[in-house]
């Protein structure tokens, strides 16, 4: 089976209070792709100008990313997207964004992309977004991301493009924003009474993340790492160690004990990415480090207790 994911291929520029990177490979779908590969077949749908290079198109080579849907348009230049984090790096500022080869994108998905089993419609405009989700008829499991940019500017239809999905992954502030509800568990139910995904999962950033779905609630703690570099891609590598892991199952389905796992590695691999600028740290990160962070998690999630009400005195 295979995971497709359209998003922005793009270039970043980042400044964290550990350091600055001027210009380097960024964009939802690749965060997303370098993470996703660890556990299935991942194709990228976008679209990348001409200053996009050989370097850049090895780096998904090297993970075995098949780019054919990748479409490059001559004389023209990559989405470009420049961001600054405060020193409390949950809060970030976005300095531009340029949307360049995407303000003209029109993506005609090969039969091969059509027929992955997953859909993840990663960070970009909600037209496109829908463009691609249509074309995707057979896809077993729809996953959804986007971001305050695209609230603001573009509401309507990303209310249209959530209502197309089964998966909706989102952050805190951007439930709240497109609810106006403080409340996360409130906001969590206007989203799933307005739009209905069967299943809801909030980014809280250094706190983890929380999974609603029609009868239960999960919470994955984030891993606790005493030097974060760069929060840039964490939400996209969490989709793509959920989405990846979902469809590397015999079926991808909808079992508790499945989403929950898919969210534990959703949570290492966003750990992982955020040790280093952009998409670096993924793009060294071996399959040892992610089977040893993950029996971690295990043990931080997991403890034997006796009967509680027995200890209860009154
Ligand atoms: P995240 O940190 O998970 O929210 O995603 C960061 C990535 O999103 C960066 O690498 C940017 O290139 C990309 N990005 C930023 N703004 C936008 C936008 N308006 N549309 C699509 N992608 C964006």
Same mark, same amino acid.
């Given at each position: 089976? @295979?995971?497709?994911?359209?998003?922005?291929?793009?270039?970043?520029?980042?400044?964290?209070p550990?350091?600055?990177?001027?210009?380097?490979?960024?964009?939802a779908?690749?965060?997303?792709?370098?993470a996703?590969?660890?556990?299935?077949?991942?194709?990228? =749908?976008?679209?990348?100008?001409?200053?996009?290079?050989?370097?850049?198109?090895?780096?998904?080579? $090297?993970?075995?990313?098949?780019?054919?849907?990748?479409?490059?348009?001559?004389? @023209?230049?990559?989405?470009?997207?420049?961001?600054?984090?405060e020193? *409390?790096?949950? =809060?970030a500022?976005?300095?531009?964004?340029?949307?360049?080869v995407?303000?003209?994108?029109?993506?005609?998905?090969?039969?091969?992309?059509?027929?992955?089993?997953?859909?993840?419609? @990663?960070?970009?405009?909600p037209?496109?977004?829908?463009q691609?989700?249509?074309?995707?008829?057979?896809?077993?499991?729809v996953?959804? *991301?986007?971001?305050?940019?695209?609230?603001?500017?573009a509401?309507s239809?990303?209310?249209?493009?959530?209502?197309?999905?089964?998966?909706?992954?989102?952050?805190?502030?951007?439930?709240?924003m497109?609810?106006g509800?403080?409340?996360? $568990?409130?906001?969590?139910?206007?989203?799933?009474?307005?739009?209905?995904?069967?299943?809801?999962?909030?980014?809280?950033?250094?706190?983890?993340?929380?999974?609603?779905?029609?009868?239960s609630?999960?919470?994955?703690?984030?891993?606790?790492?005493?030097?974060v570099?760069?929060?840039?891609?964490?939400?996209?590598?969490?989709?793509?160690?959920?989405f990846g892991?979902?469809?590397?199952?015999?079926?991808?389905?909808?079992?508790?004990?499945?989403?929950?796992?898919?969210?534990?590695?959703?949570?290492?691999?966003?750990?992982?990415?955020?040790? *280093?600028f952009?998409?670096?740290r993924?793009?060294?990160?071996?399959?040892?480090?992610?089977?040893e962070?993950?029996?971690?998690?295990?043990?931080?999630?997991?403890?034997?207790?006796?009967? =509680?009400? $027995?200890?209860l005195?009154?």
């Amino acid at each position: 089976m @295979a995971v497709t994911v359209v998003g922005s291929v793009a270039f970043d520029a980042l400044e964290t209070p550990f350091g600055k990177r001027d210009r380097i490979l960024g964009g939802a779908a690749t965060h997303f792709s370098l993470a996703a590969s660890f556990f299935s077949d991942v194709r990228v =749908v976008g679209v990348v100008g001409e200053d996009f290079g050989s370097e850049e198109f090895e780096v998904f080579a $090297a993970r075995g990313i098949n780019m054919d849907d990748v479409e490059q348009v001559p004389g @023209a230049r990559s989405f470009f997207w420049s961001g600054l984090y405060e020193d *409390d790096m949950a =809060v970030a500022h976005t300095l531009d964004t340029q949307l360049n080869v995407f303000a003209e994108f029109d993506p005609k998905l090969s039969q091969h992309a059509r027929e992955s089993a997953i859909l993840f419609l @990663a960070n970009i405009q909600p037209d496109l977004q829908r463009q691609v989700r249509e074309q995707c008829n057979g896809a077993a499991l729809v996953g959804l *991301d986007s971001m305050n940019y695209w609230i603001e500017s573009a509401r309507s239809s990303l209310l249209e493009t959530m209502r197309c999905v089964d998966t909706i992954v989102f952050n805190d502030a951007e439930v709240r924003m497109l609810t106006g509800e403080p409340n996360l $568990a409130r906001a969590a139910r206007e989203i799933r009474e307005l739009v209905g995904p069967r299943v809801l999962l909030v980014k809280q950033g250094a706190y983890g993340a929380c999974m609603f779905t029609e009868t239960s609630f999960f919470s994955i703690p984030a891993y606790p790492l005493e030097t974060v570099i760069d929060p840039t891609g964490a939400g996209d590598a969490f989709a793509g160690g959920f989405f990846g892991f979902l469809d590397s199952l015999d079926e991808p389905d909808f079992d508790d004990n499945h989403l929950r796992c898919a969210a534990v590695l959703g949570s290492v691999m966003a750990s992982y990415c955020v040790e *280093d600028f952009g998409s670096e740290r993924l793009q060294r990160l071996t399959r040892r480090e992610i089977a040893e962070r993950f029996e971690e998690f295990k043990h931080m999630t997991a403890f034997e207790s006796p009967p =509680v009400v $027995a200890q209860l005195r009154r």
